[in-house]
């Protein structure tokens, strides 16, 4: 007997279906963003400023409510029904750390979710070791967030995230302001993860590296949905979506 293919809810991490959105001052940032993402693959997301990156990421989680459209996350609607569960699933890093991480110190940070999704004693203890060891900050448990550099509160960030064992790992520009050695230490970090991950990026390079696939965001739509090493290496659609390669990078050339 042949093991018949999970149906196709359970295969993908994240459906996102005519999402549409104008913030409440009546700017419309997103007009209809469908894309779907399997359970496992790395996706950067990128384009310019302005694109609507920060405001689809938000609606990953609940925190913004969609105008018209719907997103899944692993079979389950995002919405108002399920909001504690889908915040456990998608695990959303933000573009400073600052706003993620508020408890006086390391370890309750990376406590706090777990704690409030009902986990207590050595099991949430070792959920907290677990965490920050795969961002190697366990030296730093009983330190305050703010006495880190920003590279280290990038991480913590990240294991407070981690502790949750989410279904999908969203990540906001994670290499902004990050030294070069910082930056691939967190590159290492997420290719040894074995989780879904959707990063929002303007480091192309870095997309290039982490995710064999890439979408491009522009003007509330997707534009370009694709092999990370297909669409840096086309220039007329880079040029339409103000995208740039850095001076001297070459993808065709980079390992990827
Ligand atoms: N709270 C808000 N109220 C009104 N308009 C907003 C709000 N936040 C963002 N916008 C507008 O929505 C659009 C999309 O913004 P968003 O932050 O999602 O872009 P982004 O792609 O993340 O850009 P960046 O690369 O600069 O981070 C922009 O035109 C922005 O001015
Ligand atoms: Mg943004």
């Known amino acids: 007997m042949t093991d018949s293919p999970p149906p196709a809810s359970l ?15 009546g700017h419309q940032a997103l007009f209809g963003v469908d894309f779907t993402v399997r359970r496992g693959e790395r996706v950067a997301l ?19 409510t969609a105008g018209a459209g719907s997103v899944t996350v ?21 573009q400073d750390p600052d706003d993620q991480l508020f408890m006086p110190t390391v370890r309750e940070d990376v406590a706090f979710g777990p704690a409030a999704a009902g986990l ?3 099991a949430l203890e070792a959920r907290v070791e677990y965490a920050l060891s795969l961002v190697g900050m366990e030296a730093f448990a009983d330190r305050p967030p703010h006495h880190l550099s920003f590279g280290q509160r990038r991480r913590v960030a990240v294991a407070t995230v981690l ?9 906001d520009e994670p290499s902004s302001n ?14 040894s993860l074995d989780i879904t991950v959707l990063m929002v990026t303007h ?54």
């Open 178 to 191: 990050l030294d070069p050695a910082s930056r691939r230490e967190l590159a290492d970090i997420l290719r």
């Open 74 to 94: 692993a079979g389950l609607p995002v919405g108002k029904a399920h909001l504690a569960e889908i915040r456990r699933r998608v695990g959303i890093v933000f």
């Open 120 to 122: 207590r004693g050595p």
């Open 46 to 64: 990128l384009g310019p400023n302005g694109a609507g990156k920060t405001t689809l990421v938000l609606h990953l989680n609940g925190i913004l």
């Open 203 to 256: 480091d192309l390079p870095y997309a290039l590296e982490l995710c064999p696939r890439s979408l491009i965001l522009s003007e509330g739509t997707i534009a370009a949905d694709g092999p990370t090493a297909d669409i840096l290496c086309d220039e007329p659609l880079m040029t339409t979506h103000r995208l740039e390669l850095p001076f001297g990078f070459n993808p065709k050339t980079a390992p990827a």
């Open 11 to 25: 295969e993908l991490s994240l459906e996102v279906s005519g999402l549409a959105y104008a913030y409440p001052d």
């Open 163 to 171: 502790a949750m064992e989410p279904e999908i790992l969203v990540l």
